[in-house]
């Protein structure tokens, strides 16, 4: 149980990798799927933050002329989250766009319903 507890943001970040997964892999609905991939963006989120904490180190800003590396925390992690959290807005974003405008056409979010919408346009 000792080896479990000290991992426990990691299989929580799993644990939350998974029920993205699962929800954008197994819904029909666009909006779940969304919400599916935000899910799994925060597990993975929460993985990286978790693997580069360090405890007892400080922020990587230099004080008193001290740049002994082992005093500070690697801030490239957390420069990668910044920037995935950047990319995963933007995406939403642009999908909940794309969803409005398919619900605008074909007044329904389920992707089969959709398809065949789309095949019967197609075919006239």
């Keep these: 149980?000792?080896?479990?507890?000290?991992?426990?943001?990691?299989?929580i970040a799993m644990i939350l990798f998974t029920i993205g997964l699962s929800t954008l892999l197994l819904h029909r609905n666009l909006i779940k799927k969304?919400?599916?991939?935000?899910?799994?963006?925060?597990?993975?989120?929460?993985?990286?933050?978790?693997?580069?904490?360090?405890?007892?180190?400080?922020?990587?800003?230099?004080?008193n002329g001290n740049t002994d590396p082992s005093l500070y925390v690697n801030p490239v992690p957390a420069g990668l989250v910044l920037t995935g959290i950047v990319v995963s807005?933007?995406?939403?974003?642009?999908?909940?766009?794309?969803?409005?405008?398919?619900y605008k056409r074909f007044h329904t979010l389920n992707l089969?319903?959709?398809?065949?919408?789309?095949?019967?346009?197609?075919e006239r």
């Design 34 to 63: 969304i919400i599916g991939l935000n899910i799994m963006d925060t597990g993975l989120f929460l993985f990286i933050t978790s693997v580069g904490y360090i405890s007892d180190r400080l922020a990587p800003i230099i004080i």
């Design 89 to 102: 807005v933007s995406v939403t974003s642009i999908t909940l766009s794309l969803s409005y405008r398919l």
């Design 1 to 11: 149980m000792e080896k479990i507890s000290g991992h426990f943001p990691q299989i």
């Design 112 to 122: 089969d319903e959709i398809y065949l919408l789309a095949a019967d346009e197609e």
